[in-house]
């Protein structure tokens, strides 16, 4: 039968369940990555399983988040990092080596294969034709451990491409286009698989623009062949030896296709504070901007940073705005420098930041009150960037460029340059920085684990309670993110130690929440969140589920629910209920108190359940689609509790 990509590399890892739309399904997972932010704690988990070292084919764990390092913290977090990657036969990423996206696809990423990844942007390795999915901290803990990643089979669109993009319109504009259509909810269980003559238009840094910020579009996961064009690139980082070619058979089935020219696409942006608030750069034009940032895993690349250095060549940045670069790694600062490039953008009046997260997680380069900052990352949620008042508006490296000389949102056709950047023949390679030689896969046993006082526990969850007994502590809106519920930035740094992140919980929305819900659970009652659609949208930080569990809530009603979030919630233990009427949203306040008798035996069983909401006098019906897996998780208190009990 014609197969499409998808299915290939879904079927040649299938472990559990069969390849249909919406099946549960387990895969095995070849390559793992983890980022510090997200790392400590997998880490931390993958302690408690006991176990003697990894068994995933590689796994890389990566320093780009937290590397401003003020206070201990963070170099706490590296320390302890570096200690365990030995002991288990990890590859350790020295922080300054890049951003994890930008460094796995450059070194380590081989079309064909599976990746899983704690961070929502893993599917940058989609890039080169690998199924890459974002998954919790424990879920890549697990899988490291050489267990399988469940998963619901994915339902498979077409995005068929034609034409070539004019100049000045790139990559970024592409995927903009795409969540102009799609839109950031309603693609939870979907894949898009790209293909049609306008590949060979595309390059591989393209290609992973293009999948890096599918996560915005909440689908699983998105995927490119692996043609001559990404044989080029494997050959240029000087791994032909890892590529394989991938591609649809003729007569492949999707379930639908969408139709791109690339040929009329022209340049776009997302607008405040949704990567799906789509706008053309020409409605926006003239607008005064104040700060462009050009960076982040979206748009770091050779390509995309010598694109800016050369519309900037001989030019002085205006006065109004200012302008930083973060590369994506040392292959590419190096470059830009032999190159003269990073002398052009010095001249320029650019500022060099570091070749990590940096400003895209938003500890540092806070813009102004009320300023307006273009950006070439991939999320701009309210306050992401450190300032609430702020407006981020995401923009390909040609739309920045072409502010950072006007000072105001400027079409960048008129600045484009007369050729496209051509891929290297060869990529400046130095894997000095990543510590693998004598420890990858094998790690060495005795390896003292350096823990300073940043590096606390993973908390565990309880079995459980017969009856769920109480309060909606909070009750918010639609698309709350992940950055709602934990803001990062500037409390990034305590991602290692639970109680004091717990602080922070919803410190945007709610600022009263932590005190509410700790004096809740304290005083013997539940927590239950109340949201509309699309909770959990964006990141996978899972301390959006383990600190909210930390304060003692077990249950979520929801109108819908995000892909990664969703597992998270039930990986600590968290019931993920469903309303039946979404206008039973309105039967709840803030404060009131709610009842659902039985809970071990609605999870156990049906997954439906009726709450009594004491406080209005009402009752209504909600339900959580569990898997039998998913029940006996949820029953013993969460996913760590559920291994400690052999439950798992
Ligand atoms: C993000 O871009 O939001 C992050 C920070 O990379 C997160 C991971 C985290 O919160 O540590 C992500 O995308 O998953
Ligand atoms: Fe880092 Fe930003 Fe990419 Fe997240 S989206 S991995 S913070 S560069």
């Keep these: 039968m014609a197969k499409n990509i998808v299915e290939k590399i879904l079927g040649a890892h299938l472990v559990e369940g069969e390849l249909k739309p919406g099946a549960d399904i387990a895969i095995r997972i070849d390559q793992t990555l983890t980022q510090d932010a997200t790392g400590t704690m997998a880490y931390l ?78 599917p940058t390795g989609g890039g080169i034709g690998m199924v890459a999915i974002g998954a919790g901290g424990i879920d890549v803990a697990v899988a490291m451990g050489g267990g399988a990643f ?43 698989e790209y293909g049609g003559s306008g590949l060979s238009g595309l390059g591989v840094p393209a290609r992973a623009t293009i999948t890096n910020m599918g996560a915005e579009l909440g689908v699983t996961t998105s995927v490119f062949p692996s043609d001559e064009i990404t044989r080029a690139f494997l050959r240029a980082q000087g791994r032909e030896a890892d590529w394989c070619g991938l ?53 770091s690349s050779y390509r995309d940073l010598k694109t800016v250095a050369l519309m900037l060549r001989g030019k002085k940045i205006h006065p109004d705005v200012e302008v930083g670069v973060a590369p994506g790694s ?40 009320n300023a307006v900052s273009l950006r070439t990352s991939n999320r701009n949620f309210e306050g992401r960037s450190g300032t609430l008042s702020a407006g981020i508006y995401l923009v390909s490296p040609e739309t920045a460029a072409a502010a950072a000389l006007t000072g105001k949102f400027t079409d960048p056709r008129g600045y484009a340059l007369a050729e496209e950047v051509a891929e290297p023949e060869r990529f400046d390679v130095d894997d000095s920085m990543f510590l693998f030689a004598e420890t990858a896969g ?34 918010v809106g639609d698309k709350i993110t992940t950055d709602h519920i934990m803001p990062a930035g500037a409390r990034l740094k305590y991602r290692s130690n639970v109680p004091q992140y ?44 383990m600190c909210p569990m930390y304060l003692g809530v077990k249950a979520l009603i929801a109108k819908s629910i995000e892909r990664i979030h969703l597992a998270n919630l039930i990986n600590f233990g968290i019931v993920p209920f469903i309303f039946d009427a979404p206008a039973d949203y309105d039967k709840i306040a803030k404060g009131d108190r709610l009842v659902i008798r039985d809970l071990r035996g609605a999870v156990g069983g049906s997954g439906h359940a009726a709450v009594e909401n004491l406080t209005q006098g009402n009752t209504f019906k909600v339900t959580a689609c569990l898997t039998p897996r998913q029940k006996k998780l949820l029953i013993n208190g969460g996913l760590l509790s559920a291994v400690a009990a052999g439950q798992a």
Excluded: W
């Design 247 to 299: 591609a649809a058979d003729a007569g492949a089935e999707y379930e639908d296709v969408l139709d791109i020219d690339l040929g009329a696409l022209e340049p776009m942006a997302a607008c405040p504070h949704s990567p799906g608030n789509i706008k053309t750069v020409a409605e926006l034009a003239g607008t005064k901007v104040h700060q462009v940032l050009i960076g982040s895993c979206t748009n």
């Design 502 to 545: 717990s602080k922070y919980v919803f410190e945007n929305v709610d600022a009263g929440f932590h005190a509410a819900a700790a004096a809740n659970r304290d005083s013997g009652l539940h927590n239950v969140i109340v949201a509309g659609e699309s909770y959990g949208q964006g990141s996978s930080r899972e301390h959006a589920a």
């Design 330 to 369: 040392r292959q590419v600062v190096n470059m830009l420098a032999q190159e003269g490039l990073l002398g052009e953008l010095v001249a320029a009046g650019v500022r060099i930041l570091e070749n990590a997260c940096g400003f895209c997680i938003g500890n540092h380069m806070s813009p102004g009150s």
């Design 442 to 475: 094998q790690g060495v046993p005795g390896t003292e684990i350096v823990r300073g006082p940043n590096i606390g526990e993973a908390p565990a969850g309880k079995p459980m309670p017969q009856d769920l007994d109480g309060v909606a502590v909070v009750k």
């Design 45 to 122: 988990q993958f302690e408690s399983m006991g176990l003697e070292r990894v068994k995933a084919d590689l796994a890389v764990s990566y320093v780009d988040h937290n590397t401003i390092q003020v206070g201990f913290e963070n170099a706490d977090d590296h320390v302890y990092l570096k200690s365990v990657a030995k002991r288990y036969g990890i590859i350790f990423s020295r922080p300054g080596n890049g951003i994890c996206h930008q460094l796995h696809l450059e070194r380590f990423g081989k079309p064909g294969t599976t990746l899983l990844g704690s961070d929502s942007h893993t």
């Design 150 to 192: 469940n998963l619901v089979c994915p339902r498979v669109t077409l995005v068929r491409l034609s034409g070539r993009l004019p100049s000045g319109v790139s990559a970024k504009d592409v995927i903009l286009k795409v969540l102009s259509i799609y839109g950031t909810k309603g693609n939870v269980g979907r894949v898009l």
